[in-house]
């Protein structure tokens, strides 16, 4: 009887990974449904138009200077 006892884990384990996985589930649905399809979407509405892809904005931020300067990784300040 000990033999088949130390096979079966607790119901207290099984309860505990259920939950786990319960978990985890949800947390990979927020983050799915809350931060990663919003933002395809923003990319999808700002560099998609009817014509198709548009690189025109690409090509505005990195003109601008206002842009350049923000990113912090700009060592010569004279020019921000």
Known sequence: MTTSSRQD???RWR???LGLIAYL???VWFIIAFMIVPNI???KTVFFSKDGFSSELI???FTSQRAVCADGHNNDRRHC
């Open 15 to 17: 309860r505990l990974h």
């Open 9 to 11: 884990p607790p119901r």
């Open 41 to 43: 979407e923003i990319l």
């Open 59 to 61: 090509q505005k931020i």
């Open 25 to 27: 589930i949800v947390l």
